[in-house]
Structures are given as structure tokens and as C-alpha cells.
């Protein structure tokens, strides 16, 4: 992006926003790269906005000169997408972090675009609720509602899909609209809501959200379960989801993945491939859901099955399964992770996992497997040096054998960390003709492209 | 509609179609009405489809020359959805009622359109997977989730926007597309399942519905207990969904509702606010939730809580719950219900209740009040003589108030029905501008405006 029209929209922003847009390179630079492996790109100026009168001044001033906007908070994107790839403004929502409401009765709150998921837990800790959504990274609610987000406890409580009930969006023209209400439930209009959740900022700017809250249950136990095989352990979450048992956590480590758990967070796991679990309820129930569940993985060859109800415990075992991220160093010194992020039909999630170790293992690149495996959800990281070219290139390829795999066996090539840029080439793999009908919505509702343009919306 | 360009496609569609053609009096007077209370209104034809492909054929047709498509099935539309209100040509499906796959292990079912709600759980019977939604009627699966359609069960598994994975559906322009995956999970473009759950027919026809099975749980217990005040029942509802005791349903009645249901289903139940409960799990599991919601009526002034796990108890209690609408010829000869449907935050629901039953205590009208109180959601029926225009006329006065309340309660003019024609005048209320962001996806989708056309996306 440039030309005059954008030096004077950029010009006419600082009358009103002063030291609040910045060209500046650091800040430029901040904002023109995430979490993923993309190569940055910088925006032009970055706009700190503060309120949703603020985000619609920007988005007017670019709507009218044709000039793109892209949403940025904790940019903590897997998939680069607040990466502004045709420059122009990265809009910063991070000063619009103020908790609006708190609904302890109907056990919902609001919350401006830019408050994180940490920040919410920790401003309702003493209402008896939590949100438990919960990315690796500590995600604003704009960003994760965006990416159609999710963690290690959708198993239980949904994905934000699930738990966004209504959203105040800035569309590309610069209206302020609200989508959706409060109640549970509502058959009134086209939801709009979930039109948004996923949209990837494409859509317009996400500025407050209405999620769900959940009580906090009166007994959290966790267990650990380690298996002879790999084979096994999936298999155990298959039999145990069908069971029906209402697990709250279900996590599924390879063998390479807790050696890395136990060398970043101090643990002495058995190195085999394990599952993480979690029971949330009365005393009695969450020791029966864990009796049963010890049963299952019982039959599919799992041992140790240790639980505990005890705090400390729990807290360090999720540490360690939520940090997995960083303790890539502790397996090979100076390397990256390429991370990739499938889901696939329950009944297929054994051979899709199977598959995917055989790839690694039949491969020069060292890989570990993790997952949301009771949704059928798991992620390969590939560690590699991108800066060897045939590291890159090899990774690049078992990432294409994993994600087209997982579309043939009816899956998705993400389960939660959403297209961005470089999976845009799999849309049409997975969607064929919808595509149109995305690529149409997106012209009706942006006909200039003017939001977070070069992604979802505009796809071959 | 009329003219030379309809007669002509009805004619050339009756080359294929034959005899599945019709333009005999009684077919089109059928298709020309449903449960609602709304006046017939004929189409110019009816075409019986029987696959995907041929749905395809009648929507290109009707697209060239700009004829009206209305979906129709079961024709059980509380709000006249499947009403051809300009004519035109009414698409049914009921043929169309075929089960194409249940994958017993990712508990998931995929059907055609046509496929009614008791029709698949008769061929799931034996698989110990159920399916919980449960609309009055049995509705088809396609009409349930053009609706958005709910029940008693939602609660604890959700309407059928929790539990649509994936639909084909036929474009306004005659394309057949796949929205969604069977994965449970999914991060990759627009919703376009939501967005065609609840769209009523106006952007597509569904043709085929993907939807979640549950498991049937290994104990089933019900429990019925009657409440000094209304006040006190609604309140320990509320109480009861606050505690995070995942109850499977629990239902309102209010005392002219119990009555009816006693006189109806010969039942002997205590006339007072009555709720009806039911809870799924393991034996020691139901009998915790029952013991701690007992506690929590007693609270409110619950008495004779009465819990049984008797299957014929069970049902004979929620069949005269479902029966509750062909109950008011009990209370009333000769009458009709004016239906409603109202959702509110569940804070807001005892005063909302309250406020029903005052309006109609007021009124010289009979009216019930029965609620799937969990999710905020309850109907009042208003038990007139349509054809007396002042019990008419009475009770569009006291909807209006009873819609206006719940909205400016923050809640919503329809929990499970829907908008249909009658209350459309609601939307841009609720809505606001949002609703211009509707009728843009409606114009984009449908640019010839063919699909279902005067309601939902053509609203002022």
C-alpha cells in the first residue's frame, strides 16, 4: 500500500489520534509479525485505538480511501494472521481491555476486544466462575473469538464457537453493530455471531465480546496414564468419549513430546506415550468418572494410571502440558517448531495419529505429537532449523501428507489455529464451491477488501 | 406470482417431474399452511423431489426466470415459515427421508432433509447413541434446522446450532455445496453450517443435515415437584442452572398448564407451579443430582419432589409435557392457542414470568405459561376464538407487551420458533443495523431473491 491517498489518510488519523499512531520502525515491526513462521510484513502506521467510536473513525478514514485495516492485539497468531500482508493500518486493540460486565447470575461476561483470557480469570477468581477457553498463549478474547479458538478443555465446555453469545463488531464502513444477544438461546436472524467467530478479522473489527462462563466445579482431579503403545492411548480416548463420561481434559503426548515435558518442567514422566486427563465435579462423580476411565485405558494397555485432586499437583502436570510449546530447546538447541494443527472424525484419530509418527519416523526431521485428541484434534511439531532449506522443505512436506490425509479421512486442516496465510491453498481442498459462497459474503460485507485483505474471502 | 414465465417452468418441470408435479387444489392447500397460526396461502405448484440433484434442477429453473422456492416437509412451523408467501413453487421434501450413514463411533448421523426427528432415533434404537432434540411436532431434521430448532432437552445438549456438524445444501442459483466436516472441531473459514441454521429457508434449500448423536445415558430419572409460588419455582430453576448441576431437562408449568396436563393425560398432579425434571447419568450420579436439586426446591418452596427412574412413569409424565399443546381443548372447547416464544437472560426470567402472568391475569383471556426454563426460554399461549376479533385483537396486545418486555430485558422475540411472517416487525428491534448486514448476505446469496422470499433478509 501507498500513494498519496494513504500519506493522507495516515495524516488525517494522527490529527485525531496524536502519539497514538506511530510509523515508527519498532512499532511497525511489532505489529508486522505474530507467533507463526511468516516472514514479517510491516503495516504503515499503527493505531492505538481505546473505545469502538475510535475503531470506527479508523475504519471510515480507510473504507473511505480504500485502505486496508488489520486487527492486532496479544499477536499471538499460529498462522500469521495479523500480519497486514498489503500494509496499510495494524489496528491495536490492546488498550481497549476493560471487563464491562460481569453476569454472575447468568454466568456470562463482557469484555472489550483487547482483555486477555488470563485477565478475565483473574478479574472474576471470586465469583465461583471461570472462562476455560485456554490457547497456549494468554490470547485476547477478540483474537481467540476470531480464530474460532480453542485448548485442552473444548472436550468439555466448546470451543469460543460454543461460548461467544454475542459480539459489538465495527463492519468495513464503519457502523457499529451488535450481533446476537445474551440469552442461551435465540432463533431470531441470521448468526451473525458465529459468522464472526472465525472470520479472521476479514469481516470487520471484533471490539466487545460476550462469552460464557462456567461454575468452577467443586472438585478438579487430574490423572496421568501412560501406554504401551501409541495405538493404545488414542484408543483409550476413543472408547472413553463414546463412553460418554464428560471429561474436562483429555491430552494425548507422545513419547517425544514427554521427554521434552519432563526436561523443561522438571517431571519424571515414564518417556511413553501418555494421556493428560482432567475431572471436574462433585467429589463422588469426578471418582467415578476417573475409576471408569481407569478401567477403559485398562483394557487398552495403559499403566500408572496416577490421579490426584491436590492443587500443586495439577497445576505443574498442565504447566508442563501447556509450556510443551517451549520446551522444544530442551530436545534440540536453536531449533523452531513448525506446527501444524489437524482434526479428524474420532473414529479415524488412531490412524491418523499413526500415520502422522510414521511420517516423522520415516523422516531425517525430529517431530512430536500433542493433542486435543477427545475432539479428535492434535498438532505435529516439526523441529527444525528454517534456516536449512531441507529442513524447511521437509517439513513442508509431511505437513501437506498430515493435513491432506486428515481431509481425506473427512477431517479439517485446522482444528483452532485457523487458516491465516500459509493454508490459504487448502480452503478449496476442504470446502470445493462453499468457497464461492465465503468469497461472496466477504464482497458483500467488504466490497472494497479493505479488512485484513489477502486472506480468508479472497481465495482462488 | 403469475405470468407467462411461471406457467412456463411449471410446465417444463413437469416433463421430469410428472405426476411428482402438482397443481391440484388439495395438494397446494396443504402446502399452503402449517401449524401456525397465519392464513393459507397457495402456491402455484408442488414439487415432490426426491434427491439432491433434482432439488438442484427446480431451484435452476425457479432461479432463470425468478420464480419463489419454499422449502417445505413436515409443514410444522409454529410461525408459517413454509407459507409461500408470493407464490411461486413449494419444494418438498418429504421423500427425501432417506438415513445415508450413522457412525456409531463418532456419534454422528447424516441424513437427508426429510428425515423426521422420531424417524431417526427409531433407527438409531439399538446403537446406544441418541438423538436429544425434541421440538413438539416431529418436525423433519431440515425444517428443525432451518428453524434452529429446540426443545426440552437443550439445556443439557443444546438446540440445533450445537448439534448441526455439516449440511448440503442448494444454492439459490442451483450449486450443491458441503458446509462444515463431521470433525467436532474446525477453524477454517465461514461458518456457513450456523449460518444456514436458522436462515429459514432463505438462503438455500438443505438437503442433507449432518447432526451429533449422544449417548443414551445408563440411567434415566425423572422428578416432578410442585412450588407454593411461581416466583419460587422459577427461582429454583434458576438456582439449579447456577449450581452447574448438568440437569437433561427441566421444565415449567404453570398452574393452568398442570391442569390441562392432568385433564388431558389423566394425570393427578397438585395444581401449582410445577416443575418437571429429568437427569442422565450413572445411577450414583443421577441420584446426587436429584438429591441436590431436591435440596435446592426445598429452598424455594418446592414440595412432594417425587423422583422415579420407572420408564413408564418417565414417559407417561413428558408425554403429557410434549401433549401440553393439544391440552387446551380441555381447558377451553373450541379454542385455538395464540402460541409465543420468548428467551430471557436467566436472570431476568422469574420477573419475566411474572410479568406473563400478570398481563394475563389483567386480561380477560385464559392463558398458560410453560417454559424450558433452564435456557431462559418459555411459551405463553393465550387460548382464544381467532374469530372473535376482540380475544384476537386481546391477545396481539399482550404478545406485543410480552415480546417488548423480553427485549428490553435483553432478551429475545423467539427462543426455538422462530421469526417466520408474523413477527418479522421484531427484527430490526432486536437487532438494530445488524439487520442491514442481513439482507446484504440475503442479496449476495440470493441475488434474484427467490429463496422463501418476504421474510427473513428482505426486512425494512
Not at 472489550?112 to 466462575?129: C, P, S
Request: charged share 25%.
Amino acid at each position: 500500500m501507498s500513494g498519496q491517498g494513504l500519506t493522507d489518510t495516515i495524516e488525517s488519523l494522527r490529527l485525531h489520534f496524536g502519539d497514538r499512531l506511530s510509523t515508527a520502525d519498532a512499532v511497525r515491526e511489532h505489529h508486522g509479525h505474530d507467533m507463526s513462521r511468516q516472514p514479517t510484513r510491516m503495516p504503515d502506521a499503527v493505531v492505538y485505538v481505546e473505545n469502538e467510536d475510535e475503531v470506527a473513525r479508523v475504519v471510515s478514514a480507510c473504507f473511505a480511501s480504500g485502505i486496508p485495516v488489520t486487527p492486532f492485539a496479544a499477536g499471538s497468531s499460529m498462522e500469521g494472521h495479523t500480519i497486514p500482508l498489503k500494509g496499510g493500518i495494524s489496528l491495536d486493540l490492546t488498550r481497549m481491555n476493560r471487563i464491562l460486565a460481569v453476569n454472575n447470575a447468568d454466568m456470562d461476561a463482557q469484555v472489550q476486544a483487547g482483555v486477555t483470557r488470563k485477565q478475565l480469570n483473574a478479574h472474576i477468581r471470586d465469583t465461583g466462575l471461570f472462562f476455560p477457553i485456554d490457547p497456549g498463549a494468554d490470547a485476547s478474547l477478540g483474537g481467540m473469538a476470531s480464530t474460532r479458538a480453542s485448548g485442552t478443555t473444548a472436550v468439555r465446555y466448546g470451543t469460543m464457537r460454543e461460548n461467544v453469545l454475542a459480539l459489538r463488531v465495527v463492519t468495513p464502513e464503519g457502523k457499529i453493530i451488535t450481533t446476537g444477544r445474551r440469552t442461551r438461546k435465540s432463533s431470531t436472524g441470521y448468526d451473525l455471531t458465529k459468522l464472526f467467530v472465525g472470520a479472521e478479522g476479514t469481516l470487520g473489527v471484533i471490539t466487545e465480546v460476550t462469552v460464557k462462563l462456567h461454575p468452577i466445579p467443586e472438585t478438579i482431579a487430574s490423572a496421568v496414564c501412560s501406554f504401551a503403545t501409541m495405538r493404545g492411548a488414542v484408543e483409550a480416548v476413543v472408547a472413553t468419549i463414546q463412553s460418554g463420561i464428560p471429561v474436562a481434559r483429555i491430552e494425548f503426548l507422545d513419547e517425544v513430546a514427554v521427554e521434552a515435558a519432563n526436561r523443561h518442567a522438571g517431571l519424571s514422566l515414564k518417556v511413553a506415550p501418555t494421556l493428560f486427563l482432567e475431572f471436574h465435579g462433585s467429589p463422588r462423580w469426578v471418582e467415578e468418572q476417573s475409576t471408569t476411565v481407569r478401567e477403559i485405558a485398562d483394557e487398552f494397555g495403559g499403566s500408572d494410571f496416577a490421579w490426584s485432586t491436590r492443587t500443586e499437583e495439577r497445576e505443574r502436570l498442565w504447566k508442563a502440558r501447556h509450556e510443551t510449546i517451549y520446551s522444544n530447546q530442551t530436545l534440540r538447541p536453536g531449533c523452531k517448531a513448525f506446527t501444524t494443527d489437524v482434526c479428524v472424525p474420532i473414529s479415524r484419530l488412531a490412524d491418523s495419529v499413526m500415520a502422522a509418527r510414521e511420517d516423522i519416523d520415516s523422516s531425517f526431521l525430529i517431530g512430536k505429537i500433542i493433542g486435543h485428541v477427545g475432539d479428535g484434534n492434535f498438532h505435529v511439531g516439526y523441529l527444525i532449523k528454517p534456516e536449512i532449506p531441507e529442513e524447511l522443505a521437509e517439513a513442508e512436506r509431511l505437513a501437506e501428507r498430515l493435513y491432506q490425509r486428515a481431509m481425506d479421512m473427512g477431517g479439517t486442516f485446522s482444528g483452532e489455529h485457523g487458516i491465516g496465510i500459509s493454508k490459504l491453498k487448502y480452503l478449496r481442498r476442504e470446502h470445493g464451491e462453499a468457497v464461492d459462497m465465503m468469497n461472496a459474503i466477504k464482497a458483500a460485507l467488504d466490497p472494497r477488501g479493505i479488512m485484513n485483505p489477502g486472506k480468508l474471502g479472497q481465495v482462488e
